[in-house]
């Protein structure tokens, strides 16, 4: 499979404990980004990454939430002291170089329940 | 003011019926513009890029509208299948700029 890959799919967690979901881009994309996602809404936008600079980071990303991409492959999302507000459905998408296409394309979620 | 918005919904159409979804942006200097779709409890895909001349895929009609900073999704003839929710999207293509969702508008095409 070469689409975007995201793990784990499901992940169910205490309050107050840490999690971190991993993402693995299309391998050409340099450009990947972090959504979160709840019911009836849209995908709300989280954090940027060009190759490995993180270029932009959304209001919604406390001091609690941590993105990497060290390599510029893939990325880690690491969410500290986990709230029950925090449980949503956690989304990445890659794109291609800016030229060489437009599309971003999504895995299929990390879906987090805070219990 | 949300910087993509939508028309509410939710839409109920029977089949073979047209219809349209409006979605306004206020940052204008946003040059590239989508309608993404997203069936229940799937991943977003791309629908269709919108372009300032307006572009049509089969059924499916996008137009965008500049001076008012809106774009615009026509489904023409219905289908069952094109239930889902549908998603504008919207990006100024600058370095350090995200793909921005409106909320959604959702879609439910009867028999």
């Known amino acids: 499979d070469t689409g975007v890959s995201q793990n784990p799919r499901h992940k169910i967690t205490k309050r107050g404990q840490n999690v971190t979901f991993r993402c693995d881009p299309i391998?050409?994309?340099?450009?990947l980004y972090w959504y979160r996602q709840t019911l009836g809404q849209g995908p709300e936008f989280l954090t940027y990454?060009?190759?490995?600079?993180?270029?932009?980071k959304s209001r919604l990303l406390s001091d609690r939430f941590s993105a990497e991409r060290p390599k510029g492959s893939f990325s880690t999302l690491e969410i500290q002291r986990t709230e029950q507000g925090d449980s949503a459905m956690y989304l990445c998408?890659?794109?291609?170089?800016?030229?060489?296409?437009?599309?971003?394309?999504f895995g299929q979620g990390t879906r987090l329940t805070v219990v | 003011r949300k910087e993509v918005e939508q028309d509410p919904g939710p839409f109920n159409v029977p089949e073979g019926a047209t219809v349209a979804f409006n979605c306004t942006y206020s940052n204008s200097a946003s040059q590239s513009f989508f309608w993404y779709r997203q069936d229940c409890r799937k991943e977003p895909k791309l629908l269709m890029s919108v372009y300032s001349s307006g572009n049509e895929d089969g059924r499916f009609t996008a137009q965008l509208n500049r001076a008012s900073q809106y774009i615009s999704l026509l489904i023409r003839d219905s289908k069952l299948s094109d239930s889902a929710t549908y998603l504008c999207?919207?990006?100024?293509?600058?370095?350090?700029?995200?793909?921005?969702f409106g909320k959604g508008t959702t879609l439910s095409v009867s028999s």
């Open positions: 999207v919207v990006t100024t293509n600058q370095a350090g700029t995200a793909l921005i």
């Open positions: 990454f060009q190759n490995e600079a993180q270029l932009e």
């Open positions: 391998s050409e994309h340099n450009r």
């Open positions: 998408a890659s794109r291609p170089p800016s030229g060489q296409g437009t599309e971003a394309f």
